[in-house]
């Protein structure tokens, strides 16, 4: 195809001045054939109202509730896929794109049928070139996962594409034929890991996720908040074993995980005084032994 049909997916919750930014970056996209399709999750501070009125041609889908990343996003991608997409470029709203970001991430998308998914480089908004995310890897034996190349300045050591075990979630664009062989983005883990598990899926059916270093985006993420809250702490903590026993990663290793990993850390939390963060880590990990997935009343 010369110029593949892509539906830019946006999710809001809360967030109105940066998804008005984000919009505004993807008026200046010279990418010819895309159109924006942003699912409001239920915000009250007027996201919505904000898009109708400064971007009236972006199409507007509000859930009238928090969904969470995974549902939020599938709901889009639905509709994308009911509506001709030929490709589906998942984009948080606190991101600001190069214009010629897409066209990059088009081209690399289609030059091989075994891939299902292209990343760009994401690099810090504040520090624009200092590196973010370029994917990551996981070692099938421990379960340990890593971002690649983050926190390293852009000296333009990446110039090649390579493979990657994830794309990040903040920018991925995704093949309609992946989608309709590999499905969506799992609603049960709610927040955190979505990206991962849809990657590994696509991966175990022979398909591969591949990092663009030419297409770069910006993201407004700090540095110093890891983690931003007892809620991002609790999705992480309990996904994180839910993606590894879905995936068969680490087996045999998740109680020790469990025990070791997060026992240790919720008694330094406690210890340091930090009793509702050391709480929040087991209850994530009883959680996850008793079944209970999806969204959470923390």
Not at 18 to 46: H, I
Not at 68 to 80: D, K, R, S
Request: overall charge neutral.
């Amino acid at each position: 195809m010369k110029s593949p049909r892509v539906a830019v997916i946006i999710l809001t919750w809360n967030g109105k001045e940066d998804a008005l930014e984000c919009l505004k970056s993807l008026r200046q996209v010279t990418y010819p054939n895309f159109w924006t399709v942003v699912v409001d999750n239920g915000s009250s501070d007027g996201t919505g109202d904000a898009v109708r009125a400064s971007y009236p041609e972006v199409e507007l889908i509000e859930t009238g509730e928090n969904l969470g990343f995974a549902a939020g996003n599938n709901v889009g991608i639905e509709h994308a896929l009911r509506n001709g997409a030929d490709a589906v470029l998942l984009l948080n709203n606190d991101t600001a794109v190069d214009p010629e970001f897409l066209s990059l991430l088009v081209q690399s998308l289609y030059r091989s049928d075994d891939i299902a998914a292209v990343s760009p480089l994401i690099y810090y908004y504040d520090q624009p070139d200092v590196i973010w995310a370029a994917g990551g890897k996981i070692d099938r034996k421990t379960g340990i996962s890593y971002q690649l190349h983050i926190d390293e300045r852009d000296t333009g050591q990446l110039t090649e594409e390579f493979d990657v075990d994830y794309g990040v979630g903040a920018a991925l664009l995704i093949r309609r034929e992946a989608l309709e062989t590999i499905g969506l983005l799992d609603p049960r883990t709610f927040l955190y890991y979505e990206e991962s598990d849809w990657c590994f899926r696509a991966k175990e059916a022979g398909l591969r996720t591949v990092i663009v270093p030419s297409s770069k985006i910006w993201h407004k993420v700090s540095r110093s908040i890891s983690p931003g809250s007892n809620t991002q702490l609790y999705y992480f903590c309990r996904n994180r074993l839910y993606f590894l026993k879905k995936h068969g990663i680490g087996k045999g290793r998740l109680l020790h995980l469990s025990l070791t990993h997060f026992g240790r850390m919720a008694a330094a939390m406690a210890v340091r005084g930090d009793k509702k963060a050391s709480h929040t880590v087991l209850r994530a990990v009883c959680d996850f032994y008793r079944g209970k997935m999806g969204k959470a009343r923390l």
